[in-house]
């Protein structure tokens, strides 16, 4: 899992992002990613959110697949602890009209408290009693969800979606590395349709698992 990853050191890319797409280009067969990846693939997003500081999602992508805070291991929890970091990272998501149900299982199934981002002055009480930390923010621009996300002591940033976010965030070049798993099978709806820019990466690592699943590492090529 180590050679997956790839080097942890902030350094090498402290805003990271990790995604599995079908071999033609999906994020999602209908409205959820659940059946594209494997077993290594799930591994590789623990050990992902493992590293992070905090967790970046787009509010539809965690109604559409059912969000729950991030899990992490106690002997992960214990390493993290000694590295500085908070025994779990929180998982913030921006959201304008901050249309979340406070009985669903990224409020009721979470050991760190979720983290809102939104430019809305409006504060229900519904989500504040479901231990939401809501913050202002300009979410409309990637730049300031970085920055506030910076304010708040989160240094390593994963990204994990969805499509829409993960275009806003590469089209303003803060993509430092992308994990892509690329599973064996077809699907109807493209990522071309979400407005990925036109960058080139330079590739890292390439594997692949007994079930057909493809794991690329790329990094962001600096422009000279």
């Known amino acids: ?44 997003l623990a050990h992902a959110r493992s590293w992070a500081d905090c967790v970046l999602v787009g509010s539809q992508t965690v109604k559409d697949e059912d969000y729950s805070g991030a899990v992490v291991s106690a002997a ?42 939104t430019s809305s002055e409006h504060r229900p009480a519904a989500l504040l009693e479901a231990g939401a930390r809501i913050l202002a923010c300009n979410t409309e621009s990637p730049h300031a969800i970085l920055q506030v996300l910076r304010e708040q002591g989160y240094e390593k940033i994963m990204l994990e979606g969805g499509p829409g976010l993960f275009a806003q965030f590469m089209r303003a070049e803060l ?22 820019p036109d960058s080139e990466l330079i590739l890292d690592n390439v594997a692949s698992s007994e079930t057909g699943c493809v794991f690329l590492r790329y990094r962001r090529a600096l422009n000279d």
Not at 20 to 29: D, K, L, P, Q
Not at 175 to 196: C, K, Q, S
């Open 1 to 44: 899992m180590n050679t997956l990853f790839g080097p942890t050191e902030a350094g090498y890319g402290s805003v990271r992002a990790i995604y599995a797409m079908t071999a033609n280009g999906a994020f999602a067969i209908g409205s959820s990613s659940t059946g594209i990846g494997d077993d290594t693939d799930a591994a590789l």
């Open 76 to 117: 992960e929890q214990k390493a993290r602890i000694d590295r500085g970091q908070a025994p779990v990272p929180p998982i913030a998501v921006p959201t304008n009209s901050l249309d979340l149900d406070p009985a669903a299982k990224f409020f009721t199934d979470t050991e760190a408290a979720p983290l809102l981002l």
């Open 175 to 196: 993509v430092d590395v992308a994990y892509i798993t690329v599973a064996p099978r077809w699907t109807a709806n493209t990522l071309g349709e979400d407005g990925f």
